[in-house]
């Protein structure tokens, strides 16, 4: 089980770090003032130390909080069962492609975790891609990730 003092820590840790990169990046871009106006990292420099500000109050509320349970065993393997083919969806774009790798999250998506039928589940896995397609690619005109896959046999 879970507490949520150790989601609310994970989570500080994460966006405090997030905080933190953007305001150590935002230092190669200048920060203040110079001949031309305000420079281009100071916006970002802001934002990075707000955000880091905001985790360290996080952290700080939540290791004053009390040991409640926020999440089951049960209940993050419900969560886990969303969230890991997702990440995996993700990390496949760039090999596949978004519209290959779409279709076959639909697929696993509607075969496997909603137990739709097989026929149900292909349908979805065309459609969605294809929907895709028709509406970024034709009607916005804007190219979507193909990935190395497509690069290579030449679409």
């Known amino acids: 089980m879970l507490s949520r003092r150790a989601l ?14 953007v305001a150590i990046s935002s230092l190669d871009n200048g920060i203040g003032w110079s001949t031309e106006g305000v420079d281009a990292g100071t916006f970002p420099f802001v934002v990075g130390l707000i955000i880091l500000g ?21 209940a993050l393997r419900r969560v886990l069962a969303l969230f890991l083919p997702a990440c995996i ?26 137990r739709s039928p097989v026929v149900h589940a292909l ?22 990730p193909h990935g190395t896959l497509a690069d290579a046999l030449g679409f």
């Open 8 to 21: 609310e820590i994970a989570t500080a840790a994460l966006t405090g770090a997030f905080g933190a990169a």
């Open 54 to 74: 905001g985790s360290l109050l996080n952290l700080a509320r939540a290791l004053v909080a009390a040991w409640e349970i926020a999440l089951s065993w049960s």
């Open 123 to 144: 349908v979805m896995a065309v459609a969605t891609p294809l929907a895709l397609y028709l509406v970024f690619e034709r009607l916005f005109q804007v190219s979507l």
């Open 89 to 114: 969806f993700i990390a496949v774009i760039p090999l596949v492609g978004l519209y290959l790798a779409s279709g076959a999250y639909m697929f696993a998506a509607t075969a496997v975790q909603n």
